[in-house]
């Protein structure tokens, strides 16, 4: 069993659905950290005369001192048990935990607080009523037309081409050139997948294709479930989620504006908007966001649905292999969350 190295000092209600507990670590708990952070910042230190991460360690201790040891300690320890914190004063949260340090120096407690947004209060709606209601209405699943084929084979066959047209070395595409696209015969399907001609070829992508047709229209059909569900529910939305989704929203963009090789600043100024501009803009659809997180989680309460714990930390481990330098602890809420959520869309499926 987990060592518990903290204490809880006080727990207060805050305006806008907040709640902040206040807690400690005694020194003596805080050793292990001094040594990890310690070693952590070695791993990265730099200073003439020394490679990188060869520093000394008495040196490293002169330069940096004693209280910034301690304050690196005391946030490798506060991650560490701030779910732990969470859990133990039976709080519901929702979104990320605000977390600061309020009082540390050598040779006391440190304190901290610990600043989360609540479950709000939550009116549902009849959501099985709605699910069945939506569920039991026959699924319009577009027919998938001989145009629709052959458009997707015409796209296949310039991605074939794209990818196999090759130059002499230092040859470069010229503009306007045109690429020679494959012939559509037995040869060619066989070297896309295992097909046995181009019959066969054609009859499995049209195939395909009412899949993704049909997959198309029951997460059409999801979507109407559970808009209904926050139209006719009432939820007293506290202004900390919303602010959150905008946060969210706003590093989607800036990444998506990176990976089309723009600068945000240039791409502003095109569009002649700023970044203020934009946040409010995407203000109603960041309270439908946190609408939607707040029902999923109350559904999940009421039905008591809940994330397979091998589940869980399966997929944490995965993603923390991923994303290397991965807070575990948020780590492993995000997927749990996640894990709750597609249980909550599939029991929502299943209302008949």
């Known amino acids: 069993m987990k060592n518990k190295i903290y204490k809880i000092k006080d727990t207060k209600k805050l305006p806008d659905c907040e709640v902040e507990i206040t807690a400690e670590i005694a020194q003596e708990e805080l050793e292990s950290y001094k040594t990890k952070a310690l070693k952590n910042l070695q791993a990265v230190a730099e200073m003439p005369g020394f490679r990188k ?9 002169e330069k940096i001192g004693e209280l910034g040891i301690l304050e690196d300690a005391s946030e490798l320890a506060i991650n560490d048990c701030a779910i732990e914190i969470i859990a133990e004063a039976k709080i519901n949260f929702l979104g990320r935990p ?6 540390i120096a050598i040779g006391a407690p440190i304190e901290f607080k610990i600043v989360i947004t609540t479950m ?3 009116k549902l709606a009849d959501y099985k009523k709605i699910a069945k209601k939506e569920n039991s209405k026959e699924l319009k699943v577009e027919e998938v037309s001989d145009k629709q084929v052959e458009d997707t084979i015409e796209e296949i066959r ?5 990818q196999n047209h090759t130059h002499a070395p230092g040859e470069t595409h010229k503009e306007g050139e045109k690429i020679a696209l494959p012939e559509v015969n037995d ?8 097909f046995t001609d181009v019959a066969d070829f054609k009859t499995k992508l049209k195939e395909n294709i009412a899949k993704e047709k049909e997959f198309k229209a029951k997460d059409k059909n999801k979507l109407t479930i559970i808009e209904n569900i926050i139209e006719d529910s009432k939820i007293e939305m506290p202004k900390t989620l919303v602010d959150n989704e905008i946060i969210k929203m706003e590093a989607q963009f800036t990444d ?10 240039d791409y502003l100024e095109h569009i002649k908007k700023t970044i203020e501009d934009l946040k409010k803009e995407w203000i109603p659809d960041a309270e439908k966001r946190a609408k939607l997180q707040i029902i999923l989680q109350k559904i999940a309460i009421e039905e008591k ?7 869980v930390e399966k997929e944490t481990a995965k993603l923390i ?4 330098g991965a807070d575990p602890e948020r780590t492993k809420a995000y997927v749990e969350m996640q894990l709750i959520n597609e249980k909550v869309w599939k029991f929502l499926e299943e209302q008949k």
Not at 53 to 61: A, D, R
């Open 53 to 61: 991460g060869k520093v000394p360690e008495n040196m490293l201790k």
């Open 98 to 103: 605000n977390v600061s340090i309020s009082k």
């Open 120 to 122: 709000p209060e939550v």
């Open 158 to 162: 310039k991605m074939y081409a794209e």
């Open 187 to 194: 040869e060619f399907v066989k070297k896309l997948g295992e």
């Open 256 to 265: 998506d504006i990176a990976r089309m090789g723009l600068k945000l600043e």
């Open 305 to 311: 649905l809940e994330a397979d714990k091998e589940e």
């Open 321 to 324: 292999e991923y994303y290397k």
